[in-house]
């Protein structure tokens, strides 16, 4: 599996947090593992394809790189 970025930060006893493709969906665990764990949850549920419009984040594309964009 390819290594994902995520923001994190401790809030009183809870550890928040939230993958960097995914920012619209947080997560928390009483440990940075737990939330670790949870994150991945929240991957696989997103990934999975069972939950519509999930909104995603994205790199800009590179010069001279073109993106496939269909009008709706």
Avoid at 33 to 54: F, H, Q
Wanted: a neutral charge.
């Amino acid at each position: 599996m390819e290594k994902k970025r995520f923001t994190y930060w401790q809030d009183g006893r809870m550890w928040i947090g939230y993958l960097e493709e995914y920012p619209d969906y947080m997560t928390q665990g009483k440990t940075v593992k737990e939330l670790k764990e949870n994150l991945l949850d929240i991957y696989k549920e997103l990934t999975s394809g069972n939950i519509p419009a999930v909104r995603r984040v994205v790199a800009p594309a590179t010069a001279g790189e073109q993106l496939p964009l269909v009008a709706v």
